[in-house]
């Protein structure tokens, strides 16, 4: 049944939608800031890779506890009251952030500042498919999601305005932007219609983890969980070691930021794309291409030479191909799962992905740890990209494109 009929209606979607982007945008920066921020960090406080390794996977790992709670939660207390909450908790520890005085304090502030962001992406996501009518449900989802790559976008500017020392303004831009749109959220977005109906008929119950394993949904879950962890584990990995990782192939901290940028805006664009052909014919050549080209370019950038135009055309191909991939798997996630348990499925598989999201730049501490160059770094990552592309398009095949009853 569709969701949302009617000029009315569809200026509830509109309104929810925006508020959605926005909030995803305001991830986006906190999210970016500690790619961005780490060469200041590591001058600042002489951190080693591993140390650096523990700062970047501190916000992970309390984003994947924040993921299980909100997205169960959402489904129990509804959508907007516990993304409002998230929205703030995150923007309040990230504006504590540059109070820290060593790497443990700063790892602890941003493993409260991962509370907040994980319970929030969940609900995002939930909220937006089901505040959208069905034609527009898988393109909505991945308009959200743009907006956290313009985020990290926006993050990248503010370190290129501020010098390296400068660092901690990353984090006060990225606490002030969400606490100023949680009041407003409060006020002016309205609940999802979906969550307001379920309460009334639904028999499941809400919020229950043993329920998204149920009535032949495990093949589906288990397949949404393997793409989530290792695409999440190749994002965070390439997050928050690029720009390390392009200075040691020679670029400049501004050319490496420059190329950062570059990951984002393309990456954004290309969730923009997919999100369009998801909802037409070309939605299944459009999947194979983005999953195919995501191997093929994590080697062509390991073996490129060191210079600056073919590698920032790499970085940038790579942004297009990771975040669409990433787009696609949320623009999925709510598919599976009927309303009363939509929160915690999707919140589930946020959470795995969470997992990834830790391993991600601690493996890239260990390898560098181990004086892995850049180009054999990358070398290392292919592997668990092939891996991670073809469980994805296992799970294209396997999901229907429309979801589950709103």
Same mark, same amino acid.
């Not at 926006?154 to 370190?159: G, L, N, P, Q, R």
């Given at each position: 049944?569709?969701?949302?009929?009617?000029?009315?209606?569809?200026?509830?979607?509109?309104?929810?939608?925006?508020?959605?982007?926005?909030?995803?945008?305001?991830?986006?920066?906190?999210?970016?800031?500690?790619?961005?921020?780490?060469?200041?960090?590591?001058?600042?406080?002489?951190?080693?890779?591993?140390?650096?390794?523990?700062?970047?996977?501190?916000?992970?790992?309390?984003?994947?506890?924040?993921?299980?709670?909100?997205?169960?939660?959402?489904?129990?207390?509804?959508?907007?009251?516990?993304?409002?909450?998230?929205?703030?908790?995150?923007?309040l520890f990230s504006l504590l952030t540059p109070l820290a005085f060593d790497m443990a304090s700063l790892s602890a502030a941003r493993l409260l500042t991962g509370l907040g962001l994980g319970g929030a992406l969940p609900i995002l996501i939930a909220l937006t498919a089901e505040s959208s009518p069905e034609n527009r449900r898988s393109a909505n989802v991945t308009l959200m999601y743009s907006g956290?790559?313009?985020?990290?976008?926006?993050?990248?500017?503010?370190?290129?305005?501020?010098?390296?020392?400068?660092?901690?303004?990353?984090?006060?831009?990225?606490?002030?932007?969400?606490?100023?749109?949680?009041?407003?959220?409060?006020?002016?977005?309205?609940?999802?219609? &979906?969550?307001?109906? =379920?309460?009334?008929?639904? #028999?499941?119950?809400?919020?229950? !983890?043993? %329920?998204?394993? $149920?009535? /032949? +949904?495990?093949?589906?879950?288990?397949?949404?969980?393997?793409?989530?962890?290792?695409?999440?584990?190749?994002?965070?990995?390439?997050?928050?070691?690029?720009?390390?990782?392009?200075?040691?192939?020679?670029?400049?901290?501004?050319?490496?930021?420059?190329?950062?940028?570059?990951?984002?805006?393309?990456?954004?664009?290309?969730?923009?794309?997919?999100?369009?052909?998801?909802?037409?014919?070309?939605?299944?050549?459009?999947?194979?291409?983005?999953?195919?080209?995501?191997?093929?370019?994590?080697?062509?950038?390991?073996?490129?030479?060191?210079?600056?135009?073919?590698?920032?055309?790499?970085?940038?191909?790579?942004?297009?191909?990771?975040?669409?991939?990433?787009?696609?798997?949320? &623009?999925?996630?709510? =598919?599976?799962?009927?309303? #009363?348990?939509?929160?915690?499925? !999707?919140? %589930?598989?946020? $959470?795995? /992905? +969470?997992?990834?999201?830790?391993?991600?730049?601690?493996?890239?501490?260990?390898?560098?740890?181990?004086?892995?160059?850049?180009?054999?770094?990358?070398?290392?990552?292919?592997?668990?990209?092939?891996?991670?592309?073809?469980?994805?398009?296992?799970?294209?095949?396997?999901?229907?494109?429309?979801?589950?009853?709103?």
């Open positions: 049944m569709p969701i949302l009929n009617g000029a009315e209606n569809n200026a509830v979607a509109r309104t929810t939608v925006i508020f959605c982007v926005l909030a995803a945008l305001c991830e986006g920066i906190d999210l970016q800031a500690a790619g961005v921020a780490a060469s200041g960090i590591a001058a600042k406080f002489n951190a080693s890779p591993a140390q650096l390794g523990n700062f970047f996977s501190a916000s992970t790992f309390g984003l994947f506890f924040g993921a299980l709670i909100g997205g169960r939660l959402a489904d129990r207390m509804g959508r907007k009251s516990v993304l409002v909450a998230s929205i703030a908790l995150f923007g956290a790559p313009f985020g990290g976008a926006i993050a990248s500017w503010v370190s290129m305005v501020f010098a390296s020392s400068q660092w901690r303004w990353i984090f006060i831009v990225g606490g002030i932007a969400p606490l100023v749109l949680a009041p407003v959220m409060a006020l002016l977005m309205p609940e999802s219609p &979906a969550f307001r109906r =379920a309460q009334d008929t639904s #028999a499941t119950a809400r919020g229950s !983890v043993t %329920a998204i394993f $149920a009535e /032949g +949904r495990t093949p589906r879950t288990l397949l949404l969980w393997a793409s989530f962890f290792l695409g999440l584990l190749t994002l965070y990995l390439l997050l928050n070691w690029l720009p390390t990782l392009l200075q040691g192939v020679g670029l400049t901290r501004a050319q490496a930021v420059g190329a950062q940028i570059g990951f984002n805006v393309g990456g954004a664009l290309a969730a923009l794309l997919i999100g369009y052909l998801l909802e037409g014919r070309l939605r299944r050549p459009s999947i194979v291409v983005t999953f195919v080209a995501l191997p093929l370019l994590v080697l062509l950038l390991a073996k490129s030479p060191p210079q600056l135009a073919m590698v920032a055309l790499l970085v940038l191909l790579l942004g297009c191909a990771v975040i669409a991939a990433q787009a696609f798997l949320y &623009a999925m996630a709510p =598919a599976p799962y009927p309303t #009363a348990i939509r929160g915690i499925g !999707v919140g %589930a598989a946020v $959470a795995v /992905g +969470r997992i990834g999201s830790i391993v991600g730049p601690k493996l890239g501490g260990v390898l560098k740890g181990m004086g892995h160059n850049s180009s054999r770094l990358l070398m290392d990552l292919l592997p668990i990209v092939i891996v991670g592309s073809l469980a994805a398009l296992w799970l294209a095949w396997y999901v229907p494109k429309r979801a589950a009853t709103l």
